[in-house]
């Protein structure tokens, strides 16, 4: 350890009006490092949330709502836990408010952007932590090093930030037109007909069980790489959560093609990489807070856990959207929490040269291996699961 780097710490840190008693208490509690950077990013808590309201000119009440919405500190009386930063949050909202905006809503967006940012604070955070950190830093060291880092690359995190935003919003304006419909009832239909799909990774859990815990967050990251980039627009990655992916999209076909793009990529990384099984259903579904809710998200997730891997299921509402594809039929199956019994489909895959299928013992087009492939045929042509080794999953 340098004590230079330890006394520009300090330096630092009374520069930016710490006095000699939070000094020391900052370092009792060994807080120095890690307050020079939050002093950088503008984090110095000294407003109660009663100051926060009155300077914005809106209700505690409503304050502690939009604070608890975007994931802040729910604070007790006087405690002093807000930045001027977050009074600058609270005026925005409230020019917001002026504008017409209702409460109810930018407490929503609050919520969603909350998630979103918390995502990708973490990833940035661990990106510059990692590309800056070296072997036998100290502790100053390493807070000097983070808050000069913070002082150069934080407002240029913000415009990428910004123009991330701008950008999605520019996409969700052009895919999702005003209506006529909507035009005259003066409110946004929250109601579209869509194909919904679900991608889910193979045997994720028992994965857990056996690999470390940053190995099984490369492979949910991994997936969430592939999923982004095998969307063909209008179909939207909706979200990744662990082992999953969500899809939607107003076109069939162009799902169909994000997710047979989808189950290539994955059959190219290699035995090491699990196997993906996807479900597909359409219907009327609405949208919340950039999520889907409704019938064919439901009957999606329950097609997906009857797909055996490398496999693509379907509806037969699917099939009606898409009927040039190559399906081939399958039973009726009970799906949980929809009445009746399912008629189901299976999306044949091109078919591949040798060369291109990367996974030993994979066809048509790296989706399923031989092995199981031969069960399914089994199956199809009315032998038990019993006889022939399989489960009762996709038949």
């Not at 925005?92 to 998630?115: H, K």
């Not at 038990?384 to 399989?390: C, F, I, K, L, Q």
């Amino acid at each position: 350890m340098s004590v230079n780097d330890r006394e520009q710490l300090l330096e630092r840190l009374r520069q930016a009006g710490q006095g000699p008693g939070e000094l020391e208490h900052a370092a009792m509690e060994g807080r120095l490092p890690t307050l020079a950077v939050e002093l950088a990013l503008g984090g110095e808590r000294r407003h109660s949330l009663t100051h926060v309201a009155r300077a914005a000119q809106l209700s505690p009440d409503f304050v502690r709502a939009m604070m608890q919405a975007g994931g802040r500190p729910n604070p007790a009386p006087r405690e002093r836990p807000f930045t001027d930063e977050d009074i600058e949050l609270a005026r925005l909202v409230r020019r917001f408010l002026d504008a017409g905006l209702p409460r109810a809503g930018l407490l929503e967006v609050s919520r969603v952007l909350s998630q979103g940012m918390s995502h990708a604070a973490d990833a940035v955070r661990r990106l510059a932590g990692e590309a800056l950190l070296e072997p036998g830093d100290s502790e100053y060291t390493v807070g000097l090093r983070y808050a000069r880092a913070a002082d150069e690359l934080a407002p240029l995190a913000g415009q990428l930030m910004d123009l991330h935003f701008r950008a999605h919003l520019r996409d969700g304006i052009r895919r999702e037109l005003v209506t006529e419909a909507e035009r005259k009832a003066g409110r946004l239909a929250g109601t579209r007909e869509v194909a919904v799909a679900f991608a889910d990774l193979v045997d994720y859990t028992r994965l857990g069980e056996r690999l470390p815990a940053d190995e099984l967050g490369s492979i949910a990251g991994r997936l969430h790489e592939l999923s982004a980039a095998a969307v063909r627009q209008p179909a939207r990655l909706v979200k990744t959560i662990g082992d999953a992916a969500m899809f939607v999209s107003p076109d069939t076909d162009q799902l169909l093609s994000t997710v047979l793009e989808l189950v290539r990529e994955i059959d190219a990384q290699g035995e090491r990489f699990p196997s993906v099984r996807v479900g597909i259903a359409h219907g009327p579904a609405t949208t919340r807070s950039g999520d889907w809710f409704g019938a064919p998200v439901n009957v999606a997730s329950r097609v997906t856990d009857l797909a055996k891997p490398g496999r693509i299921l379907a509806t037969e509402a699917v099939v009606e959207q898409a009927p040039e594809h190559a399906w081939r039929r399958k039973r009726r199956r009970g799906l949980k929490g929809v009445d009746g019994r399912v008629r189901l489909f299976a999306l044949e895959a091109p078919e591949t040269t040798p060369s291109e299928s990367k996974r030993p013992g994979r066809r048509g087009g790296g989706a399923i291996s031989v092995l199981r492939s031969t069960f399914d045929e089994a199956a199809d042509s009315g032998g038990s699961a019993e006889e022939h080794g399989t489960s009762d999953d996709e038949r």
